[in-house]
Each structure stands twice: as C-alpha cells, then as structure tokens.
C-alpha cells in the first residue's frame, strides 16, 4: 500500500535560512505527490505536486521539490525562509490507479525564528 | 474560482443532538471528499462522493452519515456523537478528469466539539 514518511514532526529555522521538509514514500508503483501546507486554523492549501512530467517541481511561495526515485524521496525547500512560512506541511501520496485515496504523512510543523 | 466554502465554522453539540455540516463548490467538480483532522494530526478519509454516487467509506460509524443533493453541495448529518468526535472536519473537491494526478481544493474546515 501507498504510503508517505515524514522525518521530522518539529523543524526550526531562522529567517532567511535554507527550509528542507523531508518526505519518503512508499510505492510499488511511481506514485503521485503532493505537498500540502495548513495555517493555523484554516485548511489545507496545495503548494506543489509531483505527476511524472518532470522531477524538479515549483510551488507557490517560493517552494520547490525534487522527485528521486532511487531514494524514494520527495523534499520540499525553500532556499530563504519567511516568518509568514510558519506552519503545519503535509506530505501525501495518490495511486495512479483506483486514485481517489490521498494518504497523508504525519505532518510537520515549521517555526521560524525571527 | 477555487473556493470551496463549509458551514458551519464552529459548531458545538450535546450527545443527543442531531446536526449537520455542509460543504459547497462551484468548480464544476464531480469528486467531493469529507476528512476527519484531530488535532496535531493529518487529515483521515471518511467518504467519497464521485458524481453524486458514494464510492467510498472507510468504515465510518453509522453516527457519520453523508449526503450529496447535487454536483455542487455536500453535507454530513451528525447525529449521537461522542466526544472523541470532536475534530476539524475538511471538505475537499476534485474535478474527477485527471485520476490521481488531479488537485483536492480543501475548505476551511468546520471545528466541531461534542459535550
């Protein structure tokens, strides 16, 4: 069965620093990809997705994500982090067939110190 | 427009109480989803609505009980909960042309809490 990891349940970086959210997945197929973020009391917001067409993919915000294969990864950056970043990033996975499921990871929280 | 509006915003409920949430696009999207968020946690499944049809329930309670009139608007009847359904429940959408490479557009969530 699909399903996404997320290293880290807390990271913390100061402003204009480098953000790197990790996520591996699972799948016995090339899967597709999606990171989501969720501010505090809203839902979630879509910042970027993988769908095979190319590894490297932009979000909004400044984000981005490489899709590797041999690592089964999936990282999110952002090579200059904002106060407006703090937030809760969930990593998820959508099978390519019988697709309706988005399986979410656990979640991480971003905090950025001024 | 990628908008996809829930009502109530807050909504609190005794055990015996009979409620409902609801849940509105106008995308034109034919996927519509229902998702239990508990606090510090990711969002999880309840239903799927594919063209007005549920295709699927991940072995929700009977207590949960969905409903879709139409493309446009989805609701959840709420009735005898318990407190540990309390949670933010999610709304999302999906246009159901592009399988799993499709967006799911959330709402802002209704944030029940059951007395």
């Known amino acids: 069965a699909q399903s996404v990891t997320q290293l880290g349940s807390h990271v913390s970086v100061s402003e204009g620093a480098l953000v790197l959210l990790r996520c591996n997945y699972s799948s016995s197929v090339p899967p597709y990809l999606f990171w989501y973020v969720q501010y505090p009391n809203q839902g979630l917001q879509l910042l970027l997705k993988?769908?095979?067409?190319?590894?490297l993919v932009k979000g909004i915000n400044g984000f981005e994500a490489e899709f590797k294969k041999s690592e089964t990864s999936f990282h999110l950056t952002k090579p200059s982090a904002h106060m407006s970043d703090a937030a809760e990033y969930f990593c998820a996975v959508r099978k390519i067939q019988g697709a309706q499921k988005l399986v979410f990871g656990q979640g991480t929280r971003l905090t950025i110190n001024p | 427009d990628t908008e996809v509006t829930q009502t109530p915003k807050h909504l609190v409920m005794g055990m015996t109480n009979k409620k409902s949430l609801k849940c509105e696009q106008h995308?034109?999207?034919?996927?519509m989803y229902w998702y239990k968020q508990k606090a510090k946690k990711p969002p999880e499944l309840m239903f799927v609505?594919?063209?007005?049809?549920?295709?699927i329930n991940e072995s929700v309670p009977s207590r949960f009980s969905p409903e879709c009139p139409n493309s446009s608007l989805l609701n959840l009847h709420l009735h005898a909960l318990q407190p540990e359904d309390s949670a933010l429940y999610l709304c999302?959408?999906?246009?159901?042309?592009?399988?799993?490479?499709?967006?799911?557009?959330f709402g802002p969530g209704t944030r029940l809490l059951v007395l």
């Open positions: 609505y594919s063209y007005e049809k549920l295709s």
């Open positions: 999302a959408s999906s246009p159901q042309r592009e399988a799993g490479r499709e967006t799911q557009y």
């Open positions: 993988y769908t095979s067409a190319a590894t």
């Open positions: 995308m034109g999207h034919r996927a």
